[in-house]
Nanobody, 121 residues
Framework: QVPLVESGGGSVQTGGSLRLSCAAS????????MGWFRQTPDNEREWIAI????????YYADSVEGRFTISQDRVNDTLNHQMNDLKPEDAAMYYC???????????????WGQGTQVTTR
């Protein structure tokens, strides 16, 4: 399995913006749900944004609705994640995922990248 590869993490001031990207290993041209998740050392991995590759339909967790935007670029086969108005609680390791599935009222990923760290200051 060719891995997903995230990039774009870093340190950003509270209130600032950051854009993450994920080399999607062909998943943007395959019908599946792709998404961004995040995890801190003290918490379970949580979903924050999901996109359906076939129609660009998107879903967001309440905690990021209106501030974060997930998108896909099928030409360059990348999954993107624009994060605006970053808050201290947004600091986490961010992961992109493919073949995501809906489970209860949440989402889980099928295939994962290695993650990219976002910190706030």
């Amino acid at each position: 399995q060719v891995p997903l590869v995230e990039s774009g993490g870093g340190s950003v001031q509270t209130g600032g913006s950051l854009r993450l990207s994920c080399a999607a290993s062909g998943y943007t041209t395959k019908r599946n749900y792709m998404g961004w998740f995040r995890q801190t050392p003290d918490n379970e991995r949580e979903w924050i944004a999901i996109i359906w590759s076939g129609s660009d339909a998107t879903y967001y967790a309440d905690s990021v609705e209106g501030r974060f935007t997930i998108s896909q670029d099928r030409v360059n086969d990348t999954l993107n994640h624009q994060m605006n108005d970053l808050k201290p609680e947004d600091a986490a390791m961010y992961y992109c995922a493919a073949e995501c599935v809906r489970r209860d009222k949440s989402w889980v990923g099928g295939y994962w990248g290695q993650g990219t760290q976002v910190t706030t200051r």
